[in-house]
């Protein structure tokens, strides 16, 4: 985790899965309600696997941070991964980049 202006970026690895979605959802929120003000960056880039337990964290993530006018934004997602969003037809219920910069860049904006 880094924090980068008023973003804080999260580096997510392995298997996002029903053994642990809990505890990661657990720090996210942990993590929400410490630092009231930014914005989260979500980088996959590690993450081989994500079950439906896995998107549940994403969902949630994003729906206690609108509530609060913040942004959640995801990027580096492999192709696994954006299959399962597409799948599931999340894709346009979230701000996905290819890169890390890109993402950021988008941040700056909003």
């Known amino acids: 985790m880094k924090k980068?202006?008023?973003?804080?970026?999260?580096?997510?690895?392995g298997r996002?899965?029903?053994h642990l979605s809990a505890d990661i959802e657990k720090e996210i929120n942990n993590l929400i309600e410490s630092d009231t003000q930014s914005?989260?960056?979500?980088?996959?880039?590690?993450?081989e696997y994500m079950s439906s337990s896995g998107l549940r964290i994403f969902v949630s993530t994003m729906r206690i941070?609108?509530?609060?006018?913040?942004k959640l934004v995801l990027c580096n997602?492999?192709?696994?991964?954006?299959?399962i969003f597409e799948v599931?037809?999340?894709?346009?219920m979230f701000d996905i980049f290819t890169s890390e910069?890109?993402?950021l860049e988008f941040l700056k904006k909003v």
């Open 39 to 47: 914005n989260l960056l979500l980088n996959l880039k590690d993450v």
């Open 101 to 103: 910069d890109e993402a």
């Open 16 to 18: 996002l899965d029903v």
């Open 88 to 92: 599931v037809e999340l894709t346009d």
């Open 77 to 83: 997602m492999n192709s696994a991964v954006q299959k």
């Open 4 to 13: 980068i202006d008023n973003n804080v970026v999260i580096y997510l690895e």
């Open 65 to 70: 941070l609108k509530e609060k006018q913040r």
